[in-house]
C-alpha cells in the first residue's frame, strides 16, 4: 500500500476560506487530505485541510498526482449583481428616464 493510498489528497468542488492546517495560513483551502490507519489502510485517522501551495507539496511528497493540473476556480466573489426591471414604457425609450 502506498502512501497515496494511505494520505489521498482530494479536491474541493469549490475552495473554502479557512485556515490551513499545514502552513497555519487563514485562505482558501483546495485540498483535503486524509489521514488513515497505517495497519490496514482502510480505517480513518483524520484530515488535514490544505491551502493551494501545501496541497501541491503534499501531492509531490505522497507521490500522488491530483486530478485538476491547475488550481480549481476561485471561489465566486461575493458581489452580487442588482437586476433592476424596467416598470412600463421606459424600455420603449431605450431605459433612458430623463425624458419622463
Ligand atoms: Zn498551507
Redesign the pocket.
Known sequence: MTLADRLPIEIYSRPVYRK?E??G?VQDIYFHMVVRDAASGKLLIGSFD??A??GKELALITDQAIDREEAPTPAPKMTQTIRTFDVGGAAQNGGDTTNL
Open positions: 490551513c499545514c502552513c495560513r490544505l491551502c501551495s501545501c
